[in-house]
């Protein structure tokens, strides 16, 4: 018997013990369960707890462990999975009040892909509604908290993976990512969060709806980033169901972790990013490049050309994708929606043709832009969000004081905590969020690492390497 705390496993750490039978994959998933019951009433990161099903599982992988099969690291591992993510026979409602009572016959392939490397389902988290927002504050199914400041929000639209992963109730859990839905709520709960290459994951069985066609990612959250690479291990890979998924050969992630990074060069991206970012939030950025730095990477400003038309771009393609499924709700029961989304969908709707192709087109040299500039940089580092978490009032007044200045957090460029995440999305380009530091409340605070397209491999040795020189990653929330 492994005597570790619960918040201080990881999936790293206790697939040895499981696979050497130092502990049952049915005590692991009972004492997930039990912090369940304990603390998510308070936290409501779970919608839907399957606590029968992933028992019954449990027993079955242990029954294989003593026959002598061990899957791999995921074995008996206990995960979540995000409600707009089709997992069969388990409620999946997107967030939405029109699917409330939506069962589905079959699984989404990650869903598919984690069962097969042998992880335990324990349920479905909360979200946004419809994935259309960074609050997870829902109408419908209530609002998900930090577990590190439970009047603040735990971000969104992923808000109850991040949060059932910070709070250590599973080991690990996939969100989807359409403008930092993973990395968003990744940065304000403290763990790590990919959106990797698009294509990389397939998107197969995710609601329509709920992301854009050419925007949208299905990714990981973890407790680190070995764990993180381990995941994607899992998950990666074509799909025939997934017309969009990608044919580039999956590589062994967790190969890269350990290896030094001296010598690479680290692209700082000038221009952006400086106005989102509250003092905090500059100087733990500034503090996490002085540790790469330390490390022996060099740091290299880059200028890439059409950054300004980045959230122009993101608004005129995703919200126009993302709108063109929902017809059959807006006709049928419109007033299923918040008023916020229903209005958000209908100006959608009155986007032209004409300028979601121009806006098409210039995504075309955006991404050029950046792809020119792998050519001098091995991996860019970026802040994830300008701000610690907001208060849950906040985000209900619309509006945060930031460095004393009142700050809007919706303006004409799209909701403003994502402002930092949006690039990476029309880019397509892999990008892992992690924690840099923590505020003067003692709020976590993230830096994103993204690299060239199907190299999440470097992401993961620079980010590991950040990491353990770092030491955030052991900071754990106390929900007692």
Partial sequence: MIDIELDQWT???????????????????????DRIERHNPAINAFQTVIAESALKQARVLDRELRAGKWRGPLHGMPFSIKDNLATRGVKTTAGAKQLSDWIPAYDATVVEKL??????????????????????????????ANPWDRQRIAGGSSGGSAASVAASFCLGSIG??????????????????LKATFGRVSRYGGVLGTGGFSTDHFGPFAKTVKDCALMLQAIAGSDLKDPLSAREP????????GKPVKGMRVGLIAGYFDEFMSSEVRAAFAAAVAQLKALGMK????????????????????RVENVATADEYLKNSPRDYSQPLFHRHIKSLLIPADVYVTAQRVRRLICEGFEAAFDKVDVMVAPTVGSPAQTIEECRQGFAIVDGKRVALQEERGTTGTLCTIPFNVTGLPAMSLCCGFSAQGLPLGMQIVGAPFDEARIFQVGHAYEQAAGWWRERPKLD
């Fill in 176 to 193: 989807t990512d359409n403008a930092g839905s993973v990395r968003h709520p990744a940065s304000l709960c403290g763990v790590v969060g």
């Fill in 250 to 257: 999956v590589v062994k992630y967790s190969s890269a972790i």
């Fill in 115 to 144: 069962k097969a490397a042998g992880a335990v389902i324990l349920g479905k988290t909360n979200m946004h509604e419809w994935a259309s927002g960074s609050t997870t504050i829902n109408p419908y199914y209530g609002t998900t």
């Fill in 299 to 318: 740091p290299v400003e880059l200028k890439i050309p059409y950054t300004d038309m980045i959230a122009a771009v993101q608004l005129a393609t995703s």
């Fill in 11 to 33: 999936v790293a750490g206790l697939a040895p013990a499981i696979k050497a039978k130092r502990i049952s994959v049915l005590d692991v998933t009972k004492q997930c369960l």
